[in-house]
Antibody
């Protein structure tokens, strides 16, 4: 069974940093592209970042470019999101999500971790 | 990259059919047959319902179907059931630098 378990969320002040982690199991992690998708309270889904299976290709939404860094450790079956210079508008549930073998859609999602940016 | 446009809400009675539209541009929906749809119940993670415009993953009811015309994709739910009440999001591939663009979301209410 595919499982994606996020951790690392919490309350942080504006301008602060936070590192999210996602532990993957139930599939060959090193074979799949991975993503972070967020959802602000009461709002819709927003794609944040993607990383290819070997980390060769990395993409970011314009809203986080230059502030967030996605990475992965295939030996540890883990995905990460380093978030710096956090703003109030970054407040959201952050989902770890697996790209399907087709790449162009997302077939599995974690349960999410809440990040709150507030003074 | 702007979000794809969906109606805020759609409702229907049990057994009826409803259709949710998803309007993008020639840079996303119009350029690729790579539209997917996700169902999200309150407090839960999204679930893939449709991929590549009209294909259903294993385990998804055949009451869910998808289509596309030009810059607009659609999700139809036939034989509406109480458990279909949820938020639905479309998503389109939008090129290598943007990757995914999601829709604004539609709340489906079963009357």
């Amino acid at each position: 069974e595919v499982q994606l378990v996020e951790s690392g969320g919490g309350l942080v002040k504006p301008g602060g940093s936070l590192r999210l982690s996602c532990a993957a199991s139930g599939f060959t992690f090193s074979s799949y592209s991975m993503n972070w998708v967020r959802q602000a309270p009461g709002k819709g889904l927003e794609w944040v970042s993607s990383i290819s299976s070997s980390s060769s290709y990395i993409y970011y939404a314009d809203s986080v470019k230059g502030r967030f860094t996605i990475s992965r450790d295939n030996a540890k079956n883990s995905l990460y999101l380093q978030m710096n210079s956090l703003r109030a508008e970054d407040t959201a549930v952050y989902y770890c999500a697996r790209s399907s073998p087709r790449y162009f859609d997302i077939d599995y999602w974690g349960q999410g971790t809440l990040v709150t940016v507030s003074s | 990259q702007s979000a794809l446009t969906q109606p805020a809400s759609v409702s229907g009675s049990p057994g009826q059919s409803i259709t949710i539209s998803c309007t993008g541009t020639s840079s996303d929906v119009g350029s690729y047959n790579l539209v997917s749809w996700y169902q999200q119940h309150p407090g839960k993670a999204p679930k893939l319902m449709i991929y590549e415009v009209s294909k259903r993953p294993s385990g998804v009811s055949n009451r869910f179907s998808g289509s596309k015309s030009g810059n607009t994709a659609s999700l139809t739910i036939s034989g509406l059931q109480a458990e279909d009440e949820a938020d639905y999001y479309c998503c389109s591939y939008a090129g290598s630098s943007t990757n995914y663009v999601f829709g604004t979301g539609t709340k489906v209410t079963v009357l």
